[in-house]
Nanobody, 121 residues
Framework: QVQLVESGGGVVQSGGSLRLSCVAS????????MGWYRQAPGKQRELVAT???????NYADSVKGRFTISRDNAKNTVSLQMNSLKPEDTAVYYCNCNVRRPTTLSTSVYWGQGTQVTVSS
């Protein structure tokens, strides 16, 4: 099994910053793409940012220039630095990893439990 544990959420004022981190552990051979998604109340879950194994990144238009995704392959960690936060960034943020399992080398997608980010105006 693979577990994803997120940390770093909280309450911040508009214009402030937060850094989210997600650590993957368990039966892991390697991790392909890693990413962050968010879900605001009453809305569908949406992509925030992704990063591939060769550090190619992709961002939602709404966060470009404000958020930065990064990864540490040695620690199986993906982070999201969020600057210039806005009230509309308020949501539960979920970590997502595409993991290649040892022995079978099959891949599966795993999700973290989510961490709340609240931006007050």
């Amino acid at each position: 099994q693979v577990q994803l544990v997120e940390s770093g959420g909280g309450v911040v004022q508009s214009g402030g910053s937060l850094r989210l981190s997600c650590v993957a552990s368990g039966s892991i051979f390697s991790i392909n793409a890693m990413g962050w998604y968010r879900q605001a109340p009453g809305k569908q879950r949406e992509l925030v940012a992704t990063i591939t194994s060769d550090d190619s990144t992709n961002y939602a238009d709404s966060v470009k220039g404000r958020f930065t995704i990064s990864r540490d392959n040695a620690k199986n960690t993906v982070s999201l630095q969020m600057n210039s936060l806005k009230p509309e960034d308020t949501a539960v943020y979920y970590c997502n990893c595409n993991v290649r399992r040892p022995t079978t080398l099959s891949t599966s997608v795993y999700w973290g439990q989510g961490t709340q980010v609240t931006v007050s105006s």
